[in-house]
C-alpha cells in the first residue's frame, strides 16, 4: 500500500499519461466546478497534492492506532491471538478490502457466467480519470458514510445533544453507546444499495453490472465505518481507487498499453492473487471468531 504515493505521485506529475493534458489542466474544466466561482481558479495539482496528503495523514494513522501500531498487532495475529486485531486501523482495512475483492471475484465471475459485463464509465483522458479516481473517495465517504450512515446514527443513539460527541460519533461511530445495532445494521444495509445504485443511475455511470458489485463495497464499507470509523473506511475506499489505478496505470505507462489491458499484465494479476489469499485468510479468521463465540454462549 505505501508504495502506491509515490508512485501516484509519479503518474500524476511526471508520466504522459494526460498525453495533452497535465497537472496545470484548470479544476473548473470539471464541469460540477464551473458553480462555485473563484474556487474555479484552482489547476487540479493543488487539489490532488491537498488530498494525496490527507490519503497520508489518514495512512499514517491507521498504521499507529487507534490503540496499537500495526506491527504489534500483526506480530500478535501471526502468534495466533488473532482477536487483537480490533486494535489497529490498517489490520481492518487490509482483512475487508481483501474480503471485497474476494466478493467481488466471485461476483464478477457469476455475473459473466450469466453474460452480463462490468463496463466503466467513458473517460477521455487517463490522467483525469486517475484524478477523479483519486478524489472521489473523500467525496463519497463524505456524502455516503460521515452524513448518510455518521449522522443518523447520532440521532438514532446519542444519549445527550453534545457537540464534541457528535464529532467523536462521525469520526468513530463506536464512540456512541449502542446496545441493539439492528437499526444501525438495516441502517448500513440501505446506504450500501444506495451506494451501489448511484454507480449506475449518474450522467456517466458504470453499466448495470456494476450494481450487484458496488452495492457489496458499500455495505462492506459502511460496516467498517460504523464497526471502526472514518480512518479505516476511508482506506479502503482509497484502496479500491488510488491504490488500484496506481499501479494500473503505472503499468500502462510503462509498456505503452491502454489501462484496461494493463489490468491483465502478470504484476497486477500477482497482485490480485495475494488479497485474494488475504481475503480468504481473513474470511477464515471472521468464521473461527463467529464459532468461538457460539461456543462460548
Request: zero cysteines; charged letters at 10%; glycine letters at 10%.
Amino acid at each position: 500500500m505505501v508504495f502506491s504515493f509515490p508512485i501516484g505521485a509519479y503518474l500524476f506529475f511526471n508520466s504522459q499519461i494526460g498525453k495533452d493534458i497535465d497537472y496545470g489542466y484548470p479544476w473548473s474544466g470539471f464541469e460540477f466546478i464551473k458553480h462555485f466561482g473563484e474556487f474555479g481558479g484552482f489547476e487540479i495539482a493543488d487539489v490532488f497534492i491537498v488530498v494525496w496528503t490527507f490519503f497520508l495523514i489518514i495512512f499514517t494513522i491507521s498504521i499507529l492506532g487507534p490503540k496499537n501500531n500495526f506491527l504489534k498487532v500483526l506480530s500478535t495475529i501471526m502468534a495466533g491471538s488473532y482477536r487483537t486485531q480490533n486494535g489497529n486501523y490498517l489490520v481492518q482495512t487490509v482483512k475487508w478490502f481483501s474480503i471485497l475483492i474476494v466478493l467481488s471475484e466471485i461476483i464478477d465471475i457469476v455475473q459473466q457466467g450469466f453474460g452480463v459485463k462490468t463496463t466503466p464509465p467513458p473517460f477521455e483522458n487517463d490522467l483525469l480519470q486517475f484524478f477523479g479516481m483519486t478524489l472521489s473517495p473523500i467525496l463519497e465517504e463524505t456524502g455516503f458514510r460521515l452524513i448518510l450512515i455518521g449522522i443518523p446514527l447520532f440521532l438514532l443513539y446519542s444519549k445527550k445533544g453534545s457537540v464534541g460527541l457528535f464529532f467523536k460519533s462521525l469520526w468513530n461511530p463506536n464512540n456512541l453507546q449502542i446496545g441493539n445495532s439492528k437499526k444501525a445494521i438495516i441502517l448500513v444495509a440501505a446506504v450500501g444499495v444506495f451506494f451501489g445504485l448511484s454507480h449506475i443511475i449518474s450522467g456517466q455511470s458504470w453499466s448495470n453490472g456494476k450494481f450487484v458489485q458496488a452495492t457489496i463495497s458499500g455495505i462492506i464499507i459502511g460496516w467498517v465505518y460504523y464497526k471502526y470509523g472514518f480512518v479505516a473506511s476511508t482506506l479502503i475506499h482509497w484502496a479500491t481507487n488510488y491504490l488500484i489505478y496506481s499501479y494500473g496505470y503505472l503499468v500502462s505507462s510503462v509498456n505503452e498499453i491502454p489501462i484496461s489491458t494493463a489490468f491483465s499484465h502478470s504484476l497486477l494479476e500477482t497482485i490480485e492473487i495475494l488479497f485474494v489469499i488475504t481475503g480468504a485468510i481473513s474470511i477464515s479468521m471472521l468464521l473461527m471468531d463467529y464459532r468461538q463465540k457460539k461456543l462460548e454462549v
